[in-house]
């Protein structure tokens, strides 16, 4: 037996997280999606080969993923883009023409099913070419899908793609059994026919009024991946299964989603009392927790894939493990005479480690979100980023300013936040980017911020202050002007000096570039970008050599405005200012160059403003 996996489609309805990247390989539950399907592939017998049958545009990235995998291989339709495609009945021909013939099971690399597949094809071996039905208690779900009337011995007499009056609850689901000898024949029988090559779902209404086929219901949970929605609740209703696996039977669960956070511009100025412009983007932190009546907190994460870490709520003491962050959340509210419990923690990410995107901030508020929630603690939610800040300051060791915890907490969708970090006042600036959008390339450089540099930096930052209180009344050292450091700058050393210059100038561009969103003067917009980095490269000197052939690759490009490093530094990612059509030359060649050059790969990101952290009470 044969399979075909269908992963050719563009995925629009998810851009534009999709742009950049397939989705059939976004991570749930800590693996790429298309590996959950390959996971029930391996408990059938007799699989001659797995096809999986991708575009032009993500070829390079299935080439990857498939490597060293057995009996898988990687086919390229050819096609660039969505106008291009195929289709999936196009994308099945190209494949069995280039395959003896076989029977086959074909299988949507969207599908997520918990159903076991061998009597699916037992029963395919038996009646002939069938199908997989799913109930779907909701109406409007089947207008999606498509509706299926099934006899008594299971074969179908209605089947009806996207029914605008559905008059059954039954969907055909997207996998398919062929005996040996069917397949191609009727397969071009309907093409030559000249009937659409794009929708699966036609191809059956065609086929069971000239040939007898038959549905098998199957019971366990599926999921169709065709929106962010259910990319969410497949992430979470393997979540709970994985909760329970890891900490047995318990209490119902709850569920939680934080965002990870790019700081369009102001680096290095949050600490030092100046403007910062973040947004929250679409990569995600996702957490199941539940009670467990005991008085312990278990972590575990399934992007770290190491055993459960258990602390004693009486004496909560540092691990050096990833899950300092969320413990010292737990011991700043012990500390402020909050009451909680035991609780078991699941968590599950797809926000780089190390990567200047703040997943440490968002395991933080997470779980202070969490507990807020689970406890009914009444904490405000603008006191949660100060409790998160301290918790980071005070128990991790890392002296961040506000910043991260800030917008991961406040975030609203399809805005930025300018946040005055003397005073937390902030507003929401709208974005405004037209055909131009965020783009995220991470160097795959990881920093730690909670030691090393990063405190050296502020520690600077601190003792270029305390000089200047000598001659000045300010309390930061964005309280200072242009004039007045140029008057004290020789009272600075020379170190300090650099410093200080980047923290003026970094303050007064920020506040430019809110007016430049506002007005959407995009040019302007990356004009301060690249003033940015030069002196964070420069001045601040928190690049290194990767980032600065990453960046050195982006300005090749024409449509790009500007690009800068962001996050602490040290590693991490650029954020580049790009017109969408330049964005596949971009990665293409960004990514090759760079990995000539250093040996590493790289990613990419397509940034869209998201809410805040936000909790989910039940799947749907």
């Not at 086959?104 to 918990?114: H, K, R, V």
Request: with cysteine.
């Amino acid at each position: 037996m044969k399979v075909i996996i269908l992963c050719a489609g563009y995925a629009t309805r998810m851009y534009p997280l999709t742009l950049v990247k397939s989705k059939n390989l976004l991570q749930i539950e800590g693996i790429p999606m298309i590996d959950h399907i390959i996971e029930k592939l391996k408990k059938l017998p007799n699989i001659d080969k797995i096809f999986v049958i991708t575009n032009n545009k993500f070829f390079d990235d299935f080439q990857i993923w498939g490597k060293d995998k057995d009996k898988i291989v990687i086919l390229n339709d050819g096609s660039n883009s969505d106008k291009e495609r195929l289709g999936a009945i196009g994308d099945i021909k190209f494949v069995i023409e280039r395959t003896e013939d076989d029977e086959f099971l074909i299988i949507a690399g969207d599908n997520l099913f918990e159903f076991d597949l061998n009597d699916f094809i037992n029963y395919g071996r038996k009646k002939g070419i069938t199908i997989g039905v799913k109930r779907v208690e909701d109406i409007n779900l089947i207008r999606k899908y498509s509706q299926v009337i099934l006899d008594q011995k299971g074969k179908i007499i209605y089947f009806e793609e996207k029914p605008e009056n559905p008059k059954s609850k039954d969907a055909a689901i997207c996998v398919y059994y062929f005996p040996k000898g069917v397949l191609k024949k009727y397969l071009e029988e309907y093409l030559n026919q000249g009937k659409n090559p794009d929708m699966a779902g036609l191809f059956i209404q065609y086929l069971h009024k000239i040939v007898d086929v038959y549905g098998f219901v199957f019971q366990d949970k599926w999921f169709d991946i065709g929106d962010i929605n259910q990319f969410h609740n497949a992430n979470f209703y393997l979540l709970n299964k994985k909760l329970e696996e890891k900490f047995g039977k318990g209490e119902n669960p709850y569920f939680f989603i934080a965002p990870g956070r790019v700081n369009i511009i102001g680096e290095h100025t949050d600490y030092n009392g100046g403007f910062v412009m973040p947004f929250a983007i679409d990569l995600y932190i996702y957490l199941a927790v539940r009670k467990n009546n005991k008085n312990v907190a278990n972590f575990m994460s399934l992007q770290f894939k190491d055993n459960i870490i258990s602390v004693e709520l009486k004496d909560i003491k540092k691990t050096n493990t990833w899950a300092d962050y969320p413990l010292g959340v737990l011991s700043v509210l012990k500390e402020m005479g909050y009451d909680f419990g035991g609780a078991d923690f699941l968590f599950e990410s797809n926000i780089p480690i190390g990567g200047g995107l703040s997943s440490s901030g968002a395991i933080e508020v997470i779980t202070l979100t969490s507990l807020n929630d689970i406890f009914n603690l009444n904490i405000e939610k603008e006191k949660i980023p100060f409790l998160c800040q301290k918790a980071e300051n005070q128990f991790v060791g890392a002296r961040c300013g506000i910043m991260d915890q800030f917008i991961i907490t406040m975030a609203k969708k399809e805005n930025a936040i300018l946040l005055n970090c003397s005073n937390n006042e902030f507003n929401y600036i709208p974005i405004n980017l037209g055909d131009y959008y965020f783009l995220i390339s991470s160097t795959n450089v990881s920093h730690s911020i909670a030691s090393g540099e990063y405190n050296k930096r502020r520690a600077e930052c601190e003792h270029g202050l305390k000089i200047l209180k000598n001659f000045l009344n300010i309390k930061t050292l964005s309280d200072l002007t242009i004039e007045q450091f140029e008057k004290y700058k020789d009272k600075l050393p020379e170190l300090i000096r650099k410093r200080v210059l980047h923290v003026i100038n970094e303050n007064q561009r920020t506040k430019m570039a809110s007016e430049c969103l506002i007005k959407g003067d995009i040019e302007e917009l990356g004009k301060l970008l690249n003033e940015s980095h030069i002196s964070l490269r420069d001045l601040y000197e928190v690049s290194c050599k990767e980032v600065e052939i990453m960046r050195e690759e982006t300005l090749k490009i024409k449509g790009v405005l500007g690009t800068r490093i962001t996050g602490g530094g040290f590693g991490g990612c650029l954020i580049t200012l790009i017109n969408k059509d330049s964005i596949e030359k971009f990665i293409k060649q960004v990514g090759k160059n760079y990995k000539e050059k250093t040996g590493i790969t790289p990613g990419f990101h397509i940034c869209q403003a998201v809410d805040g952290c936000l909790s989910f009470s039940n799947l749907q």
